[in-house]
């Protein structure tokens, strides 16, 4: 048992945000405190900032914004929470681009595949407001041999939101160099704005063909 009283009382061995301070619990401490899920019997994993309990359930990019080109910013886009690239158009400033978003899928969901699970990764970004092939990307992902890249996928002309689907035959996410895909917008004319991204396992042994992609009906 640990006595406080009026004064100032230090912990030593604790980690500052570890430390006792007066006041009800936070948000924060409560979702903290609560068990990791158990991941291994989930078919999908997400990120998706609108979500206030787990936004990244399974698939995390905050702690990979140190990478380079990564470090993208969380804002508020037409009214939804959302992630976003940073590339500009001044020549000479092509270093200050940030157009990669990374992702890491959790070890214990699928960690070293090595083709045997296929799986699907859907995004979900808003329109070209430029108009046709303004805006696009790819994603570059941990393969069987090595990280190689989905054909490249323009998205739609227009306002709103529209979500594009990428199934990978032959993908490892063995995390090599700390990360198991990211999602490349590089040589877009405009900013890319991701409201979510999920990724699931698919039913059935994987083929090894090549990865295709697909667009889901828009919102």
Same mark, same amino acid.
């Given at each position: 048992?640990?006595? #406080?009283?009026?004064? +100032?009382?230090?912990?030593? !061995?604790?980690?500052?945000?570890?430390?006792?301070?007066?006041?009800?619990?936070?948000?924060? *401490?409560?979702? @903290?405190?609560?068990?990791?899920?158990?991941?291994?019997?989930?078919?999908?994993?997400?990120? *998706?900032?609108?979500?206030?309990? =787990?936004?990244?359930?399974? =698939?995390?990019?905050?702690? #990979? /914004?140190?990478?380079?080109?990564?470090?993208?910013?969380?804002?508020?886009?037409?009214?939804?929470?959302?992630?976003?690239?940073?590339?500009?158009?001044?020549?000479?400033?092509?270093?200050?681009?940030?157009?990669?978003?990374?992702?890491?899928?959790? *070890?214990?969901?699928?960690?070293?595949?090595?083709?045997?699970?296929?799986?699907?990764?859907?995004?979900?970004?808003?329109? @070209?407001?430029? !108009?046709?092939?303004?805006?696009?990307?790819?994603?570059? &992902?941990?393969?069987?041999?090595? &990280?190689?890249?989905?054909?490249?996928?323009?998205? *739609?002309?227009?306002?709103?939101? $529209?979500?594009?689907?990428?199934?990978?035959?032959?993908? $490892?996410?063995?995390? /090599?160099?700390?990360?198991?895909? /990211?999602?490349?917008?590089?040589?877009?004319?405009?900013? #890319?704005?991701? @409201?979510?991204?999920?990724?699931?396992? #698919? @039913?059935?042994?994987?083929?090894?063909?090549? +990865?295709?992609?697909?667009?889901? +009906?828009?919102?």
């Amino acid at each position: 048992m640990l006595r #406080l009283g009026p004064r +100032p009382t230090l912990i030593p !061995g604790l980690a500052p945000q570890d430390r006792a301070r007066p006041g009800p619990p936070t948000r924060r *401490d409560v979702i @903290a405190a609560r068990p990791a899920p158990d991941l291994q019997q989930v078919p999908i994993i997400y990120a *998706d900032c609108s979500m206030e309990i =787990l936004p990244e359930f399974g =698939l995390y990019n905050q702690r #990979l /914004r140190t990478l380079p080109g990564g470090k993208i910013e969380d804002e508020v886009h037409t009214g939804r929470p959302c992630l976003r690239t940073h590339m500009t158009s001044r020549r000479g400033e092509e270093a200050l681009d940030n157009p990669y978003l990374y992702f890491d899928v959790d *070890d214990s969901w699928l960690f070293f595949a090595r083709g045997r699970v296929p799986v699907a990764i859907t995004v979900e970004c808003e329109r @070209a407001f430029r !108009g046709k092939k303004k805006l696009g990307f790819n994603i570059m &992902y941990d393969s069987t041999t090595g &990280y190689r890249f989905t054909r490249w996928q323009w998205v *739609d002309p227009g306002y709103g939101w $529209s979500s594009y689907r990428f199934v990978l035959n032959d993908a $490892s996410f063995a995390n /090599r160099r700390g990360f198991d895909f /990211r999602i490349n917008a590089k040589g877009s004319k405009q900013d #890319l704005w991701v @409201a979510s991204v999920t990724v699931e396992k #698919l @039913a059935g042994p994987s083929d090894g063909n090549a +990865p295709r992609s697909t667009r889901r +009906p828009s919102r």
